[in-house]
């Protein structure tokens, strides 16, 4: 129970360990962790991989379509947050949605750079943030 307390703590003050930095196996372990404590939506899984020349942070995420839009602010900005100190330099988000009902799943993209000027800058706003930098698509 320490080591949940401890990780969820580590999530929240995320802002203030700018000097810290955590490997890709500590990262996973905060985002089960963070999706353990959510009860809106059910993390399915995740993957690091390299794409051309892309470092990709990818989640996969089980939600209701009433819940698509904060299921994807939310995991856009856990993925922001949790790639901020990573030690990997992620360049690219993906989040791939699936539905209660079995409808084809929804793949959200958006490149770390452009992102972050929402999520964790605060220079952009929401609106400029869908327009300039997400990406939707179908399977």
Not at 29 to 41: E, F, H, T, V
Not at 47 to 68: A, K, P, R
Not at 100 to 122: D, G, Q, R, V, W
């Amino acid at each position: 129970m320490k080591t949940a307390w401890l990780i969820f703590l580590i999530i929240l003050n995320i802002p203030l360990c700018k000097g810290q930095s955590y490997g890709d196996r500590q990262i996973e372990i905060m985002l089960n962790q963070y999706y353990k404590d959510s009860p809106a939506y059910k993390l399915l899984g995740n993957h690091i991989f390299t794409n051309n020349n892309d470092i990709v942070f990818q989640i996969e995420v089980q939600t209701s379509i009433e819940d698509f839009n904060s299921s994807m602010l939310d995991a856009f900005a856990v993925i922001n947050k949790l790639s901020n100190v990573a030690k990997t330099n992620f360049t690219q988000a993906n989040v791939i949605f699936h539905f209660e009902n079995n409808k084809l799943p929804i793949i959200a993209k958006t490149k770390l750079h452009c992102s972050k000027k929402f999520f964790i800058k605060k220079t952009q706003n929401e609106a400029q943030w869908r327009k300039n930098c997400l990406s939707i698509e179908t399977q």
